[in-house]
């Protein structure tokens, strides 16, 4: 081949390479930026109003470390009970063999002993423990999370909500503080603490599964159930023990479990912190519990209630009665009504609605939301103490009307003259207590006399009877039967 075609054919390599070289670049470039300008912002998935803060795992390391030291083991014991047999002059004369044989006349038992939780809510050594765990005992001792030991004095119970308070002589302990107890919402996580089966300061996690539980437990006239359920593992000797959210702040005091075996099956309850602080303070201040009340029977809005009142809203609370001269009557509130918020704060169950008002004192005010036929209102209430009183009880006057197991209402001007009475107090409603157990009496009662002294009031009725021993006549009338009623028991 001739140079000059060598030559030729080398350049016409070049050339292709070159063309080649170059429609490759510029294809190239040409995806390249097609890409680039397809390409979007990158962002997760958020549904609205999830937080942004969840932690990618979580740690209950700080709550656990902050509150075991607040948390007690509560040992109680109870001395048994000497039981004297009645002197009977008889035997004297027949001998033994007649009535079945020589007796004893003591009976001595072993003490019964008790054991539970309890949560240490100040630094000058107020424990708080519910009060199915100390109930009858003579002796309490509590062991703190570094095994010192105190001897503790109680302050005052409320088996109402089933709580009590004690009291160490110590200062500067470690406490756990209340958190609200509103806030916390269903599905966060909370820890169970306490001493499940005697093993101190153990901790437990778990969700809220449900808040304004009623599970029929307590067994008070007045009792308030409005438990958080959760599914932390409770167990015997949990109760007492604190439930904490995850900042450690006190949400609950650990009280009961649904179980068939005794032993933790899936559910817990705790009483609520809001209404664990009103009685702790209470108890401190006065030594009883001064519950404000609405006054009104209610119940919770069903598919057969919603039909019968022609709605298909099933939230708020239903009034089925409103009881003379109480609270809610005395603001207008009927029959009918379907009470919305207290305060503000939703009340879709008779439970939470219980537990909210269960916060205020006799004479506090509250601003109460209700629907009547179809229409929005307002009132503001004020609320009265159980004998429809706006003033605080004393211990004393609640000591008796609780043995008693009475409730009382003052008589106006106008029933004392219908009447024909010269004064008088009416028993409002009987509960158990000696009056049940010992007579017939009905409520509706009006006490005129007690051990032959005129009875003007409910505090009459307790200096009377606040000392009293052995046995009391109740003279009295009823406002709907002739003649004067005479009930006598032992005090």
Do not use: C
């Amino acid at each position: 081949m001739k140079k000059s075609n060598i030559f030729l054919l080398l350049i016409t390599t070049v050339l292709i390479s070159a063309i080649t070289s170059a429609l490759v670049f510029r294809f190239s470039q040409k995806e390249t930026t097609t890409i680039i300008q397809q390409a979007q912002p990158v962002k997760f998935a958020n549904l609205p109003g999830m937080p942004r803060d969840i932690p990618m795992a979580l740690d209950f390391t700080y709550a656990a470390r902050v509150t075991t030291p607040g948390v007690v083991h509560v040992m109680s014991k109870a001395m048994p009970q000497q039981q004297q047999q009645t002197y009977n002059p008889f035997k004297d004369f027949f001998g033994d063999d007649f009535f079945g044989g020589p007796q004893q006349r003591n009976y001595q038992h072993e003490p019964s002993m008790a054991s539970g939780s309890g949560v240490i809510v100040s630094e000058d050594g107020y424990i708080v423990t519910n009060n199915h765990v100390i109930k009858g005992a003579d002796e309490i001792e509590v062991v703190m999370n570094d095994n010192k030991r105190y001897s503790a004095t109680l302050v005052g119970t409320d088996p109402s909500t089933d709580i009590a308070v004690l009291k160490v002589e110590q200062s500067n302990l470690p406490f756990i503080p209340f958190g609200n107890s509103d806030s916390i919402e269903i599905g966060a996580w909370v820890l169970a603490v306490g001493n499940p089966f005697n093993l101190a300061s153990t901790v437990t996690a778990g969700i809220v599964s449900a808040k304004g539980r009623n599970i029929n437990i307590l067994e008070s006239q007045t009792a308030i159930e409005s438990f958080i359920q959760t599914d932390a593992a409770v167990n015997p000797g949990n109760s007492g023990g604190a439930l904490v959210d995850i900042r450690g702040k006190l949400m609950g005091i650990n009280t009961a479990i649904a179980s068939p075996t005794g032993t933790y099956a899936g559910y817990s309850f705790a009483v609520p912190a809001n209404l664990v602080k009103k009685v702790v303070n209470d108890l401190r201040e006065f030594g009883i519990v001064q519950r404000g009340f609405l006054g009104v029977t209610i119940r919770n809005i069903d598919s057969d209630l919603a039909k019968d009142l022609d709605t298909d809203n099933f939230s708020g609370v239903y009034v089925e009665e409103v009881l003379e001269g109480s609270a809610a009557h005395d603001a207008g509130i009927k029959q009918k009504d379907v009470i919305k918020t207290i305060n503000g704060i939703e009340v879709n169950s008779s439970p939470k609605l219980q537990e909210v008002v269960a916060q205020f004192r006799p004479g506090d005010k509250i601003n109460v939301a209700y629907v009547r036929e179809g229409k929005i209102k307002e009132s503001v209430i004020t609320l009265k103490n159980k004998n429809k009183g706006t003033e605080f009880l004393s211990k004393a006057k609640t000591d008796v009307q609780e043995t008693l197991g009475v409730d009382f209402a003052e008589l106006s001007k106008k029933e004392i003259s219908d009447l024909g009475i010269q004064s008088g107090v009416k028993v409002s409603s009987i509960n158990e207590g000696r009056i049940k157990k010992y007579t017939d009496m009905r409520p509706g009662f009006i006490i005129t006399r007690i051990d032959k002294q005129a009875i003007a009031t409910a505090d009459d009725v307790v200096k009377k009877l606040q000392d009293k021993k052995g046995g009391v006549m109740i003279e009295g009338v009823y406002p709907d039967y002739p003649g004067v009623y005479y009930y006598a028991f032992g005090m």
